[in-house]
């Protein structure tokens, strides 16, 4: 288990013992779980849980509440590293017990599903670090994309201002490429740190990463970012500020944190020379906002949260995305991720691929408008 990992077992508060059905004798841990450099959740009732090994629970907290989207039920586990050692030792036992997982940063970018996940969420919230060398930054995965844009500008360091207000954590930041504002995090980062999923940690360049528009090497490989290393270059504070504050307040004008989403529920194509929330737009997808889900009336990319489920959500989104289709012959790829169980129909729609139609008399006319 987790816990006793030899090295730091003597610092355990407390240990209780209990014997399995063969006799062999398993320590259960309880008392100071900061001493374990983990941070662990154990419920009460599992401290005579017949799966003592299993115990990173912390029911009946939601993950909705760890999600900027606020969706998502509970789960079995959740394990919260404070450094990629740790998250290499998670790593390890949650493969060696074959447990589900899957990985959750501000959730900014995720709909969580609702159902009670039976496996382990792994979060970077301890993972939070920076430090600062001259012009060489190593920031962990957990740290906040504003707070490291505000470290740097600290540090008079230029690059990151156009990550202010972009919410989310760098680790999954570097997952998606995230851009804006004419930043793109590819085009600041010389290192990632990674955890595999046996747990080793090793390190890849910035290139290796990087494929192109929101396309990382994470998106096919499932490796965890756990430190990313920049080397910016000295600006001027003056002017890191003033791109700072532009981001912040564009943002809050165009009305982004009304409610709780996930930014773009989809990509852009490029192929079309349209962005998808114009496609949208024209396609009318409002007409899908119902109840407690509603199409931005500022965006149409956007779709709030005002106390949907989860389903509700996808749902409205898998509209969206048809009426495109049926009007413009484009199929949007999701920007927005899936995380927890899907249902199975829900699934099967959520995965659809379809060939690209594009109807270019209709597109001819939307391009026009955008002159
Ligand atoms: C109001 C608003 C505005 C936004 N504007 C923009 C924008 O302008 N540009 C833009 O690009 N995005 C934008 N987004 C999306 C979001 O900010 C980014 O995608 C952000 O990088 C997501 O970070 P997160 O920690 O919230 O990711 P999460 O939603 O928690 O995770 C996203 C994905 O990364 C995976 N993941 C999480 N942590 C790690 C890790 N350490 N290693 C590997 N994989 C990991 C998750 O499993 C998931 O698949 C916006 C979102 C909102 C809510």
New binding site residues.
Partial sequence: MLCSKGRKRQKLDELLYLHDDSGVKKEFCFGNWQSLGLTLYLCPGQLLNPHPNEFYCKPPMLLKELS?YKTGGTCDQLIEPHSAEELADAMAQVQRNQTSY?????????LIMDDHWPGAVIS?SNMNHIRIEQTRVFAE?GLD?SQFAEACYEASLAGAGWMYY????L???V??N???YGGEISGIVDAVTVVTENGEIKTYSGKEVFFGYKDTL?MSKPE???MVEFNLAKGDQEQIRQLMDSCKTD?EAKH??LYP????VFKNNYDVGIPSGLLLEHAKVRQFSVGPVEVSPYHANFVFNKGATAIQILDVTLQMREVVYRKYGVWLEYEM?V?GLIPDDLKKRFQEERPQNFKQADLALLRNTLD
């Avoid at 899957?102 to 995720?110: E, Q």
């Avoid at 989403?261 to 773009?264: E, L, Q, T």
Wanted: proline share 3%.
């Fill in positions: 900027t899957f990985l959750l940063g501000a959730g900014s970018n995720s970077f995965a994309n972009m919410p989310g954590q680790g999954a930041t997952r998606m995230a851009r804006c994470f965890i970012v756990a943002r982004q944190f989403s996930c930014g773009c991720e995380l």
